[in-house]
């Protein structure tokens, strides 16, 4: 079986302890494992309507897991233009709301204006008819799956900036081509910059550019039966406003309305099961901040939510998963590969720390597979985080608690293992009746339900 990884990207600022199953990459003799860093972006871009920060996907980590990583800031009325990638994303929405649209090849228009609305090619103020693909809403919390090659955009329609944070799974099946991150932009002139992009260090960039400009004018002209002046719009020569634009007066589109508590959260109130799911009708989107939703709670230490192929089926598909954890503060949380924001320690095979450091909000954290790891929340603040996994149904081992291995173990086990008494062994085995979750509290006190 191929090793594993997981990967953490931090959203606040506390600290946890812990260890879980995570992304699948091979490793390679060019991977160490030996020693790992919390990383911050390494390269920034900046367009008009926001900016996007990439890490170097060739630091030893990001190429042992086969993904890269991207953050956007939109600002508000931000359009960030039709794309696509060379390998499955997924989206994991950090703050404020907005919507998307995925364009699938083949898939029917099934979003069409009123016969009534009568098309207009002036500025006489009437509605102009419109047919496309599905649009979909997200919010704060919220997880989008984006299939390999399928175009999709996004556009904040709220009061406050977006963020939204990519992983994309280069070493996917789906991916033909070298581990190299790409974007397939539809429109505009991505690679035109304003202002001073950031660099730190001299790492690899995230490639992208208008496939459009690599044709002649005249045949775009010819094949969508448009003049060459529109034809060059579409190549986006002279755009100097970057992947993400403003859009002057607010994004009209056909979508329905929100209600309740999906317009709070922006996740899903049935409860389908997704046997009836085609490509074109699939799910692509799943909560994961709602309280209620949590898979894991604990009033006092916090709560853990996962999303996998049971919940959202096309996460099979693109071969992918994502959880998203909450520490409360002073609290601590075990299980297989993880990561947090606060003071984390990652420990390997050999018993070696191989990370043992501060962690903040808009790190990145690699853990391989197996590896230990310990979290705390820090005394000020809560801890946030999610998770990216490149399993589409990772799996959790703890190391303490109600379900860990040492709770497994009979009791004279445990005291021989360690060289304690029985009764020191029962209490090794029982002072935690929690699972993921507890509170911290001094040695020799049992944790009461």
């Not at 990383?39 to 900016?51: M, Q």
């Not at 808009?362 to 990216?388: D, I, M, R, T, Y």
């Not at 990772?394 to 860990?404: D, E, K």
């Amino acid at each position: 079986m191929a090793n594993k990884l997981k990967l953490l990207f931090l959203t606040l600022a506390p600290f946890l302890l812990f260890s879980s199953v995570a992304i699948e990459a091979a490793f390679q003799g060019r991977c160490n494992i030996n020693k790992i860093d919390a990383r911050e972006p390494s390269y920034t871009r900046e367009a008009e309507g926001g900016i996007s920060e990439f890490w170097d996907y060739n630091n030893d980590e990001f190429q042992c897991a086969g993904v890269s990583i991207h953050r956007h800031r939109l600002r508000k009325n931000a359009l960030m233009l039709p794309s696509y990638n060379n390998a499955p994303v997924l989206v994991y929405v950090v703050q404020g709301r907005g919507i998307f649209g995925l364009m699938i090849s083949g898939c029917p228009e099934t979003y069409e204006s009123p016969q009534e609305w009568e098309e207009s090619a002036g500025e006489g103020g009437r509605r102009f008819r419109d047919r496309h693909q599905k649009i979909g809403h997200f919010n704060e919390g919220d997880i989008i799956a984006i299939p390999a090659g399928a175009a999709h955009w996004a556009y904040n329609n709220g009061d406050q900036e977006l963020v939204l944070v990519a992983l994309q799974d280069n070493a996917n099946f789906a991916n033909q081509l070298d581990q190299n991150p790409r974007s397939f932009f539809l429109a505009g002139n991505p690679q035109r910059e304003r202002g001073q992009s950031v660099r730190r260090g001299r790492g690899g960039e995230h490639e992208f550019g208008n496939v459009f400009q690599g044709f002649e004018s005249r045949l775009l002209s010819e094949i969508f039966q448009v003049n060459e002046e529109t034809s060059r719009k579409l190549q986006g020569k002279d755009d100097n406003r970057g992947h993400l634009i403003i859009v002057e007066k607010s994004l009209q589109v056909l979508s329905p309305p929100l209600r309740g508590e999906e317009r709070e959260y922006g996740g899903r109130m049935d409860e389908s099961n997704g046997i009836e799911e085609t490509i074109c009708t699939a799910r692509v989107r799943e909560n994961l901040g709602r309280p209620s939703r949590a898979d894991v709670y604990n009033p006092r230490s916090g709560r853990y939510s996962t999303a996998n192929s049971f919940t959202l089926p096309i996460l099979r598909f693109i071969g992918l998963s994502a959880a998203r954890g909450i520490l409360h503060q002073n609290a601590i949380i075990i299980v297989y590969f993880t990561r947090g924001q606060g003071r984390a320690q990652v420990v390997n095979h050999r018993g070696e720390a191989v990370f043992d450091g501060e962690v903040k909000e808009g790190q990145v954290l690699v853990v391989p597979f197996n590896f230990a790891v310990v979290k705390k929340a820090s005394e000020q603040e809560n801890l946030e985080w999610v998770e990216f996994n490149t399993n589409h149904n990772a799996m959790i081992n703890t190391l303490s608690g109600r379900t860990s291995a040492i709770r497994g173990l009979p009791a004279d086990v445990v005291a021989a293992a360690y060289q304690i008494s029985r009764d020191e062994a029962q209490r090794l085995k029982f002072s935690r009746v929690s699972t993921l979750f507890s509170s911290g509290r001094s040695s020799g006190r049992k944790e009461s339900e």
